[in-house]
């Protein structure tokens, strides 16, 4: 089925107006996905990098009201070039330490390497039982790199009921404007019960590495000479289900030049 996408960048370029947008609404087949993302600051330096945090957010719907909806299997984001990441001296957390933990322990066993914060929704699913929603917090770690891979760990924990688990973000790079590929798969473990139906993740980091601050992610605003600022496009997005289904869509940002 040919997507159905409203674009509200697009409106907001149309009539001139620059950074009106905040979600994309995309649908296909029996899924309704929105997503959201930016970075702040938005006034960043033209011609050098500096700190900055990135967001992403996302739900998930059943167009028909199906109930569990569809299973969302894979989440890939690419980010504009011109995010650029760092890890040189930042510690590491290995998932046999956090898994299964509470986020209170894990926060204590991994403080050092904790990279981002966000939130998990999923529609639980048993076999016997009526589907209920779990909700929960989640904290991101810096990981080990993997065959070449850098890594990030978001350590999920929910309290009723109980609920402990992992999503293993693997980081690459790529050619073209979207240069840095962040992506994740649902555990096989989860795939009999779990239904994600919103994620959100903020990845910021300051620390001190050989006497100077580091940030673990960083941008520029790579405005024209003379202009103030720019539109760029920040994000592009695929989610692909378990029926086959995949969704995809771009979100378009701006920046300021910072005085």
Known sequence: MKSKRISIVALGLTL???????????????VLLSFRGGI??????????????VWVDSSVKATDGS????????????INKGGKLFTEGLPTCEIRRIQPSTMAAAEQICGGAI?????????????????????????AFNAEPHNGHRRILAQVYGSE????????????RRPGTFGTVISTRLPRS????AFITHFDMKLQ?????????????SASCAAPEGFPGTVYPFAEASYRFATGTTAS???????AVRK
């Not at 109980?162 to 999503?167: E, N, T």
């Open 249 to 255: 869509m771009t979100l378009l940002r701006n920046c």
């Open 205 to 217: 980091r300051r620390y001190m590495y050989r006497g100077r601050q580091r940030s673990f992610i």
């Open 115 to 139: 990279v981002g914060t966000g939130h998990v929704g999923v529609r639980i699913a048993f076999e016997k039982d009526h589907p209920f929603d779990f909700s929960a917090p989640l904290l």
């Open 161 to 172: 009921p109980p609920s402990s688990f992992v999503l293993t973000f693997k980081i690459h």
């Open 190 to 193: 989860a795939r009999d019960w």
């Open 40 to 53: 702040t600051p938005k006034a960043l330096p033209r011609n050098s990098d500096a700190p900055v945090a």
């Open 16 to 30: 001139g107006v620059v950074g009106v947008a905040r979600a994309e609404l995309t649908r296909e087949d029996n």
């Open 67 to 78: 109930d569990p909806p569809p299973q969302l299997r894979e989440i890939v984001i690419a």
